[in-house]
């Protein structure tokens, strides 16, 4: 349980700062599928992976994201 917490923090750093699909980033802190990356994810946060990105970035006036 401890692992998964670490790992789901650690996808939460990668989702924020690296271009890295959720699916690569599943495959890196070695989950067992995307689904279950995805399921693991939501039950920690309460959002998908590319959800959590998504509500993380702003876009600006030139069309660029950045962080919040």
Excluded: V, W
């Excluded at 924020?16 to 989950?31: G, H, N, Q, V, W």
């Excluded at 399921?39 to 959002?47: I, L, P, S, Y």
């Amino acid at each position: 349980r401890n692992l998964r917490k670490l790992r789901i923090k650690s996808a939460k750093t990668m989702l924020l700062y690296s271009e890295m699909k959720p699916s690569d980033i599943a495959e890196y802190l070695t989950f067992s599928s995307q689904s279950y990356f995805i399921a693991c994810f939501k039950e920690a946060t309460a959002q998908t992976p590319r959800k959590f990105r998504q509500s993380h970035y702003q876009t600006t006036d030139s069309g660029t994201s950045r962080l919040k």
